[in-house]
Nanobody, 124 residues
Framework: QVQLGESGGGLVQAGGSLRLSCVAS????????MGWFRQAPGKEREFVAA????????EYEDSVTGRFTISRDNAKNMLYLQMNSLKPEDTAVYYC?????????????????WGQGTQVTVSA
């Protein structure tokens, strides 16, 4: 059973930066596509970024392209999301998700395991 745990959220002013981390245990992290999703109050969960098994392929939602960077360290079973130039509309609970033995996906329903989420709040 794969377990995921996010950290690194918090309160930041617009224009600031945060780095989210996600630690994975169980399963085979190095053979799992990984993704970041977010859910704002009253809205559906949406795709943010995804990365392939060894990081050769990345995908980003249009509104975060150029501001967010997804990365992974397979030796440490860690997934990261570096978020720069944050905007108030980035405020949400951010979740990491795992998709073992399958390629990158931008669809939340195609991920098998989820973390508990970490709150990111960006003040104007």
């Amino acid at each position: 059973q794969v377990q995921l745990g996010e950290s690194g959220g918090g309160l930041v002013q617009a224009g600031g930066s945060l780095r989210l981390s996600c630690v994975a245990s169980g399963g085979t992290f190095s053979r799992s596509a990984m993704g970041w999703f977010r859910q704002a109050p009253g809205k559906e969960r949406e795709f943010v970024a995804a990365i392939s098994w060894i990081g050769a392929q990345t995908e980003y939602e249009d509104s975060v392209t150029g501001r967010f960077t997804i990365s992974r360290d397979n030796a440490k079973n860690m997934l990261y999301l570096q978020m720069n130039s944050l905007k108030p509309e980035d405020t949400a609970v951010y979740y990491c998700a795992s998709r073992p033995e399958r390629p990158v996906s931008t669809t939340s329903g195609e991920y098998d395991y989820w973390g508990q989420g970490t709150q990111v709040t960006v003040s104007a």
